[in-house]
């Protein structure tokens, strides 16, 4: 099953403004990892972040966990069109065991 | 090789029949877990394999679904008497060991996508 929500489930901007998605999730984990997915395509690591973290950055890409509430954002700013794809937050360690526990994800169409 | 390779990229199966799905993990890598993605959906876990030993399989659906790494390297998802139900795209994973990819994150293949008619 899945291990929580994404929000929103679509989401659609123009180029050069910021996207943001959120997840939620429901166990303890260890750490919490973003993947971007292209239409037919395998999914592809962006960020991980662990538990004892509350902000990463890497490129235009932040991401802050609130492991209080168990939710997490990801930033992408200044969207390209190559961003347009899907983007999923999944969850690893604790309470899920070695396995990563994946999010509803969200669409993301970035246009020109 | 460099990635996580998956063959084949496609597969249509007739309802019924079996099918074998290929993952060949980026050499050395000792974690690999199978994934199921139905469409529209995040993927969900399979099983988990640590060299040769399945170590979880808790997320196999039925036991038609079996899967199997024999020298640790390369590993084969078999789906028995296929159905529609099992249409999905199914990715491998694959990473050094569980302590990069608590660091680092996993590697995915580009996935199967099995259709079944």
């Known amino acids: 099953s899945q291990q929580g929500e994404e929000d929103p489930q679509a989401l659609s901007i123009q180029e050069g403004e910021n996207a943001t998605m959120n997840c939620s999730y429901k166990?303890?984990?260890?750490?919490l990892q973003w993947y971007r997915q292209n239409s037919g395509r395998g999914l592809v690591h962006l960020i991980l972040?662990?538990?004892?973290?509350r902000e990463k950055h890497s490129g235009r890409l932040r991401v802050t966990l609130d492991t209080s509430k168990k939710s997490s954002s990801l930033l992408i700013t200044a969207s390209r069109a190559a961003d347009t794809a899907s983007y999923f937050c999944?969850?690893?360690?604790?309470?899920?065991?070695?396995?990563?526990?994946f999010g509803t994800g969200t669409q993301l169409k970035v246009e020109l | 090789g460099a990635g996580v390779s998956q063959s084949p990229r496609y597969k249509v199966a007739k309802r019924g029949q079996d099918v074998a799905l290929r993952c060949d993990p980026i050499?050395?890598?000792?974690?690999l877990f199978w994934y199921q993605q139905a469409l529209g959906q995040g993927p969900e876990f399979l099983t988990y394999?640590?060299?040769?030993?399945?170590?979880?399989k808790s997320g196999l659906p039925s036991d038609r679904f079996f899967a199997e790494r024999p020298e640790g390297s390369v590993s084969t998802l078999k789906i028995q008497r296929t159905q529609q139900e099992d249409s999905a795209v199914y990715l491998c994973?694959?990473?050094?060991?569980?302590?990069?990819?608590?660091?680092?994150?996993?590697?995915f293949g580009s996935g199967t996508r099995l259709t079944v008619v």
């Open positions: 994973a694959s990473s050094l060991d569980l302590s990069q990819a608590y660091s680092f994150g996993y590697t």
């Open positions: 166990t303890s984990i260890n750490n």
């Open positions: 972040i662990r538990s004892n973290e």
């Open positions: 999944a969850t690893g360690g604790g309470g899920g065991g070695n396995k990563l526990t």
């Open positions: 050499s050395g890598h000792v974690s």
């Open positions: 394999f640590q060299n040769e030993a399945q170590l979880d």
